[in-house]
T-cell receptor
Framework: DSGVTQTPKHLITATGQRVTLRCSPRSGDLSVYWYQQSLDQGLQFLIQYYNGEERAKGNILERFSAQQFPDLHSELNLSSLELGDSALYFC??????????????FGPGTRLTVL | QKEVEQDPGPLSVPEGAIVSLNCTYSNSAFQYFMWYRQYSRKGPELLMYTYSSGNKEDGRFTAQVDKSSKYISLFIRDSQPSDSATYLCAMNTNAGKSTFGDGTTLTVKP
């Protein structure tokens, strides 16, 4: 158990809908990362927050947004969902927001299915 | 072309074999190199992390980085059935963004 929690574990929804995925980092970790893992795209970095501020941005669609709250939990909002958004969404956390390297601890993921 | 290319696999070996997992990359700005292990339906977990060219050993695992060839490898000695998983290479620039390979699925048969 990495200490990172994600809810819900599974989510099934329809095209055009909006969903919110939630992540609680390990105790003491200030940085949160979101990743998307689909069968044909591998693990794709979406966005990083450090202590409430956006720190780095990857291949995140405009339909997706995220935020990190004062208690350091984070939410990833996915809107106008398309079939291709079906994937595993992972949250990871780390102690620092160091723009070089620090070990990331991954949560168990949320499996999103868009029908 | 992807910045990070990983040997796709899948790989199936008998217990006790030496396993070699490989990635190549094109971005010379990558400075930090990681290997993650991902069991089915679980989140990735960090196995090894290296910064410079050369070898780094941790038990049965050796990570090798050759920056001049833009090539990294993970060797697993005396492989065990519990090593069966998907292995992901990952790389960071100084800007902190991680780029992952697509993963190689390894099965170690008893």
């Amino acid at each position: 158990d990495s200490g990172v929690t994600q809810t819900p574990k599974h989510l099934i929804t329809a095209t055009g809908q909006r969903v919110t995925l939630r992540c609680s980092p390990r105790s003491g970790d200030l940085s949160v990362y979101w990743y998307q893992q689909s069968l044909d795209q591998g693990l794709q970095f979406l966005i990083q927050y450090y202590n409430g501020e956006e720190r780095a941005k990857g291949n995140i669609l405009e339909r997706f947004s995220a935020q990190q709250f004062p208690d350091l939990h984070s939410e990833l909002n996915l809107s106008s969902l398309e079939l291709g958004d079906s994937a595993l969404y992972f949250c990871a956390s780390s102690v620092l927001g160091d723009l070089s390297y620090n070990e990331q601890f991954f949560g168990p993921g949320t499996r999103l299915t868009v029908l | 072309q992807k910045e990070v290319e990983q040997d796709p696999g899948p790989l199936s070996v008998p217990e006790g074999a030496i396993v070699s997992l490989n990635c190549t990359y094109s971005n010379s700005a990558f400075q930090y190199f990681m290997w993650y292990r991902q069991y089915s339906r679980k989140g990735p977990e960090l196995l090894m992390y290296t910064y410079s060219s050369g070898n780094k050993e941790d038990g049965r695992f050796t990570a090798q980085v050759d920056k001049s060839s833009k090539y990294i490898s993970l060797f697993i000695r005396d492989s065990q059935p519990s090593d069966s998983a998907t292995y992901l290479c990952a790389m960071n620039t100084n800007a902190g963004k991680s780029t992952f390979g697509d993963g190689t699925t390894l099965t170690v048969k008893p």
